[in-house]
C-alpha cells in the first residue's frame, strides 16, 4: 500500500513538474515580441498568396490547375498552410537566442534531465506554430472568400476545407518542432535561419515543383501532400494520411538527434 502510494506521488511529482516546465517555455516564448513580429508575418505571407493565387495571370508552359476546378479550388486554401515557413523560423530563432545567450543554462540548473527540458521547448514551440496555422487559416480563408466572388470558380470544397484547415495548424506545429530541432544542431543563429530559408524557399520549393518525384518525400513536399495541393502540369504528391506520416517521421527523427545532442553538449 505504500509503496503504491509513494509510486503515485511520485509519478503526480512529475507530472505537475512538465508542467511547470511547460508553462515556463510557453511563458519565456510569449514575453517577447518576437512570436508577435512573426505572426505579422504569417498573415502577409499568406495574403499575398491568396491575391497572387486568385489574380496571377496564367504562365505559359507552367500550367497550374484553374479556379474552376476543385483541385484549383484546393491550392487557393491550401495557401493558408504556408505559414509553415515563419513556424520553422521561430523554433530555430528561439532555440538559437538561447544557445547564444546561455539563458537555456539556468533551465538546465532548475531541471537537469535535458530531455525533459527539450520536450517543453518543443511543446511549447509546436503550441506556437499552432496558433500561426490557426491564424493562417482564419485570414487566409477569409481573404480567399471575398476574392473569390471577383473571378469564375468552381463550388467551394467545404469538406476540403476542414481538411486542409486541420492539415495547416498540424503542419505548422510540426515545423516549429522542426525549428527547434535545427537550432539545437546548427547552434549558429545566422547559419540555422539562412539555412532554413535557402532550404526552404529556394531548394526545397524547386524540387518540389519541379520534381515531384523526389519533393514529395521532402518535408514541404509531404505537408503538400497534407493540404492536398496539385503542382505543376497536375503533379500529385502523397496522400493526406501519407503526407502526415512522413511529416510526423521527419519531425520524430529530428526530434530525437537534437534531444540526444542536447545530452551530450556543454550548453553553459
Given at each position: ?208 515543383a519541379f520534381l515531384p ?33 512522413v511529416l510526423v517521421g ?19
Amino acid at each position: 500500500m505504500n509503496s503504491t502510494r509513494a509510486t503515485s506521488a511520485a509519478g503526480a511529482t512529475v507530472i505537475a513538474r512538465r508542467r511547470s516546465l511547460l508553462s515556463a517555455e510557453i511563458l519565456k516564448v510569449t514575453s517577447t515580441k518576437m512570436w508577435l513580429g512573426m505572426l505579422i508575418g504569417v498573415a502577409l505571407y499568406i495574403g499575398i498568396g491568396v491575391v497572387a493565387t486568385i489574380f496571377a495571370p496564367e504562365q505559359p508552359g507552367m500550367p497550374m490547375p484553374r479556379l474552376s476546378t476543385t483541385e484549383g479550388l484546393r491550392n487557393l486554401f491550401s495557401t493558408a498552410g504556408s505559414g509553415y515557413v515563419f513556424a520553422i523560423v521561430i523554433g530555430a530563432l528561439g532555440m538559437t537566442q538561447e544557445l547564444r545567450h546561455r539563458t537555456l543554462s539556468s533551465m538546465l540548473l532548475s531541471e537537469p534531465r535535458r530531455n525533459r527540458v527539450m520536450v517543453a521547448k518543443m511543446g511549447a514551440y509546436a503550441g506556437v506554430g499552432a496558433f500561426y496555422g490557426l491564424v493562417g487559416v482564419v485570414f487566409g480563408y477569409a481573404l480567399a472568400l471575398a476574392f473569390l466572388p471577383l473571378k469564375d470558380h468552381g463550388a467551394i470544397p467545404i469538406d476540403a476545407m476542414w481538411q486542409i484547415a486541420g492539415g495547416s495548424i498540424l503542419g505548422c506545429a510540426l515545423f516549429a518542432i522542426l525549428g527547434v530541432a535545427v537550432g539545437t544542431l546548427v547552434r549558429n543563429q545566422i547559419g540555422a535561419i539562412l539555412g532554413i530559408l535557402v532550404w526552404v524557399l529556394l531548394i526545397e520549393a524547386l524540387l518540389v515543383a519541379f520534381l515531384p518525384a523526389v519533393g514529395k518525400w521532402l518535408p514541404g513536399g509531404a505537408l503538400s501532400g497534407v493540404l492536398q495541393s496539385t503542382g505543376f502540369n497536375g503533379a500529385s504528391y502523397l496522400p493526406v494520411w501519407g503526407g502526415a506520416l512522413v511529416l510526423v517521421g521527419y519531425t520524430a527523427i529530428f526530434g530525437v538527434i537534437a534531444a540526444a545532442t542536447t545530452q551530450r553538449r556543454d550548453v553553459s
